[in-house]
């Protein structure tokens, strides 16, 4: 029985589920995370490397790792990739000049054979700011490039549609790996 066949069985018998969250620095990544485990977003500050943070979500229990999105970290990103269930992937939708290198990003991530099989979800953050780029404009943009994943609009601020995006997340995840929810 090889490794990998191993680390599976164990992850279907403890219904564990390894969730990568990336972006660019400032679009929000922590602040969701936050928002996920019920802790006050003011306390929020830039991440530099990267912070693990397990949660319980019956009958499910969630490892999110928050990685940095300043440019000098996001070459390492790749060293994360590996048993990745989930992706999620945050845009400052209030910044419409970093989007395209935000899709270029993303673009690469989709791109990656170690992702692959992980569920995508898109999270169009911001949206309660002036200027905010609505969500159909991002889906379009996703949608030139990959179709597979999901764009669902939020505000890491204020909280809105952040749980419904994390019960998507779940519930794609829970289909594809234990084939029930």
Not at 70 to 90: A, C, H, K, M
Not at 110 to 133: H, M, P, T
Not at 159 to 171: P, R, Y
Request: proline fraction near 3%; hydrophobic fraction near 40%.
């Amino acid at each position: 029985m090889g490794l990998a066949t191993i680390i599976r069985k164990t992850k279907l018998k403890e219904r564990q589920m390894r969730i990568l969250i990336l972006g660019l620095d400032g679009a929000g990544k922590s602040t969701v995370v936050a928002q996920w485990m019920s802790t006050p977003t003011l306390e929020v500050s830039p991440t530099f490397g990267f912070h693990i943070h397990t949660l319980a979500h019956p009958p499910y229990m969630l490892h999110l790792w928050d990685i940095g999105g300043q440019r000098t970290i996001r070459s390492y990103w790749r060293n994360y990739y590996e048993e990745t269930d989930g992706l999620v992937f945050v845009v400052d939708a209030a910044a419409p000049q970093r989007l395209g290198e935000s899709m270029s990003e993303l673009r690469m991530l989709l791109g990656e054979d170690r992702l692959a099989s992980a569920s995508v979800l898109v999270l169009a953050n911001k949206q309660d700011c002036k200027g905010a780029l609505p969500v159909e404009e991002i889906t379009a943009m996703v949608g030139q490039f990959k179709t597979s994943c999901r764009v669902m609009g939020c505000s890491a601020v204020t909280g809105d549609n952040v749980s419904d995006s994390l019960n998507w997340l779940i519930k794609d995840i829970a289909t594809r790996l234990y084939h029930k929810v």
